[in-house]
């Protein structure tokens, strides 16, 4: 008997922009495909830098229904399979230019931080793993991606104004946990773009002993990683090699450890 696990849902969040969320969420979506998972992607930023950076600008501009509809709107959340769409490693469903107003509809709705967890109970299709791109604020939509994921994976600049943002976000999720009365597990760290400096060593340093009962991974700072995201793909899709590959793939096997996605035969 083949036993399939429940979908892993992870939440790639930190409010301070710029840290390189969408870079990491795309990067191990792409290594998880690359060990034959079945993946879904969701831009629930409004910037949709993701929609665009898999090449699906023309998702962004489209009319409605959309993902904004959606998480407004039930009827529109039956036909959610309708909004996906393929990309060579992963399933997206994009964002759009209307998410850019849906923070007060989100404040009004009846159950509004529930309501990415009611999106992806009405999917028909099924994914093993499903990464949630955060925007780079605290509000509703990340309210959303916290409680459905129960999991978050966090990538932070190794800079010194990492500490505070860190701080506000694990409030965020305490405030989360205690009104919802549930668990969010904090999955790991990725230090991104870290450069040879004295600041991106000691802010290392500070990372493995602020976090040292999960995993920091550590993500350099590669021109590569930017050229294949303008290149709409992974750096698992690119045409260069890019040595970051490696650390993005230790990740991916990491959650396939922790999530039991590798399909157990009993
Ligand atoms: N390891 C890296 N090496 C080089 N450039 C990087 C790296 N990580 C991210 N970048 C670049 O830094 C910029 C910000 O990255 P990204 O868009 O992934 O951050 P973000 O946290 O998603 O931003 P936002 O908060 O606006 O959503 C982009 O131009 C991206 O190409
Ligand atoms: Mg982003």
């Not at 930023?45 to 904004?68: C, I, K, M, S, V």
């Not at 107003?101 to 990415?116: C, K, Q």
Request: net charge negative.
């Amino acid at each position: 008997m083949i036993r399939m696990p429940d979908t892993a849902k992870i939440a790639i969040s930190n409010q301070k922009g710029g840290v390189g969320k969408t870079t990491v969420a795309i990067n191990i979506a792409g290594a998880l495909n690359r060990l034959e998972h079945n993946v879904l992607f969701i831009d629930l930023d409004p910037q949709g830098n993701a929609t665009e950076g898999l090449g699906l600008e023309e998702e962004y501009e489209a009319q409605p229904p959309t993902l904004f509809d959606a998480l407004t709107d039930h009827k529109a959340r039956e036909d959610i399979d309708s909004l996906i769409v393929s990309h060579s490693e992963m399933d997206v469903l994009p964002s759009n230019i209307d998410m850019t107003s849906i923070e007060p509809e989100l404040t009004m709705a009846m159950r509004g931080r529930e309501r990415l967890e009611q999106v992806i109970d009405s999917l028909n299709a099924e994914y093993d793993v499903i990464i949630i791109d955060c925007p780079p604020y605290l509000g509703n939509l990340t309210d959303n991606a916290l409680l459905t994921a129960g999991n978050v994976l966090i990538p932070a600049l190794a800079e010194s104004t990492s500490k505070r943002a860190l701080e506000i976000l694990f409030d965020q999720i305490e405030v989360l946990e205690a009104e919802y009365d549930t668990h969010i597990r904090d999955l790991g760290v990725v230090a991104n773009r870290i450069e040879t400096t004295n600041e991106a060593k000691s802010m290392l340093a500070w990372f493995e002993e602020a976090f040292s009962d999960i995993p920091v991974w550590e993500i350099r700072k590669r021109v590569t990683l930017q050229r294949a995201f303008s290149a709409g793909c992974s750096v698992f899709e690119f045409e260069e090699e890019c040595d970051m590959s490696a650390e993005f793939l230790a990740i991916a096997e990491d959650l396939e450890r922790r999530f039991g996605l590798v399909e157990v035969t009993a």
